[in-house]
């Protein structure tokens, strides 16, 4: 069964930066396209960075420019390097594969950037 593990979050003013980290306990992220989404209080999961499995990404307009996905297949991680950030970016952060597996569902990290 894989499990997908979401760390790197935290509390940092906006315009400021965090890298966040999924691993995942099989290897998915050969075989996969994936993705991270985010959830904000009240609002719906959103998709805001994807990675095909030919490593060509894709960005929700909310985050182009100032957000980066990255993988590392040998360790099984995936990256999502965040700058500039902004209050609006406050959420809880996950990753999973594109289109999402429902049963891929970790326990996500807390992203908080305050003004």
């Known amino acids: 069964q894989v499990q997908l593990v979401e760390s790197g979050g935290g509390l940092v003013q906006a315009g400021g930066s965090l890298r966040l980290s999924c691993t995942a306990s099989?290897?998915?992220?050969?075989?996969?396209?994936l993705g991270w989404y985010r959830q904000a209080p009240g609002a719906q999961r959103e998709l805001v960075a994807t990675i095909t499995r030919g490593g060509i990404t894709n960005y929700a307009d909310s985050v182009k420019g100032r957000f980066r996905i990255s993988r590392d297949i040998a360790k099984n991680t995936l990256y999502l390097q965040m700058d500039s950030l902004k209050p609006d970016d406050t959420a809880v952060y996950y990753c999973?594969?594109?289109?999402?597996?429902?049963?891929?569902w970790g326990q996500g990290t807390q992203v908080t950037v305050s003004s």
């Open positions: 999973n594969t594109n289109p999402f597996w429902a049963g891929y």
């Open positions: 099989g290897s998915i992220f050969s075989f996969n396209a």
